[in-house]
T-cell receptor, first 109, second 114 residues
Framework: GIQVEQSPPDLILQEGANSTLRCNFS?????LQWFHQNPWGQLINLFY???GTKQNGRLSATTVATERYSLLYISSSQTTDSGVYFC???????????FGAGTRLFVKA | EAQVTQNPRYLITVTGKKLTVTCSQN?????MSWYRQDPGLGLRQIYY???????DKGDVPEGYKVSRKEKRNFPLILESPSPNQTSLYFC?????????????FGSGTRLTVV
């Protein structure tokens, strides 16, 4: 099955810093999503981005499907950005969703 | 308010005692799915359903059952829970299986089996 690898596994930032999170996947996929899990465990959909670039406020994402990776950019980080960021892909059969192990982000005030 | 509702939020049970975790969505979504989250492993898909009476196994279906008799409900059943099923469980739904609209997740159920 498809393998999804995220890096780095852990990241500590000073408030105001920028960061890039990476998601590599091992095969062609139907779509890719980025999620944020806040410290209380709630999962929030950030981007649906099978290809191209999207932006939402301080967050943006780019997926290069032909090279099998996606990047999540966080600019001017805030303490509320802390939590775990997951990417997830759907296999080309279109049914199963595979999550990466996540990047745990801590933003210091 | 559009949401996915899971119950209970917390559950401690004993090995072998059958339990059901309920999941309900009010968005008329076709696709629903269950995941378990364990430290260092991310979320792993247990079962999914593409519509009423249509379900299929995810990556870790052993020890679980599901049913989809109504579009809005997708309960997760543990017939004989074991300690290795101690985990954080999430239900999710989306409008289409291609999830162009993105998943909506429930708040999670933390299950402990002793």
């Amino acid at each position: 099955g498809i393998q999804v690898e995220q890096s780095p596994p852990d990241l500590i930032l000073q408030e105001g810093a920028n960061s890039t999170l990476r998601c590599n996947f091992s095969d062609s996929v139907n779509n890719l999503q980025w999620f944020h899990q806040n410290p209380w465990g709630q999962l929030i959909n950030l981007f649906y981005i099978p290809s191209g670039t999207k932006q939402n406020g301080r967050l943006s994402a780019t997926t290069v499907a032909t090279e099998r990776y996606s990047l999540l950019y966080i600019s001017s980080s805030q303490t509320t950005d802390s939590g775990v960021y997951f990417c997830a892909v759907v296999d080309t059969g279109g049914f199963k969703t595979i999550f990466g192990a996540g990047t745990r982000l801590f933003v210091k005030a | 308010e559009a949401q996915v509702t899971q119950n209970p939020r917390y559950l401690i049970t004993v090995t072998g005692k059958k339990l059901t975790v309920t999941c309900s969505q009010n968005m008329n979504h076709e696709y629903m799915s269950w995941y378990r989250q364990d430290p260092g492993l991310g979320l792993r898909q247990i079962y999914y359903s593409m519509n009423v009476e249509v379900t299929d196994k995810g990556d870790v279906p052993e020890g679980y059952k599901v049913s989809r008799k109504e579009k809005r409900n997708f309960p997760l059943i543990l017939e004989s829970p074991s300690p290795n099923q101690t985990s954080l469980y999430f239900c999710a739904s989306s409008l289409y299986r291609d999830v162009a609209s993105g998943y909506t997740f429930g708040s999670g159920t933390r299950l402990t089996v002793v």
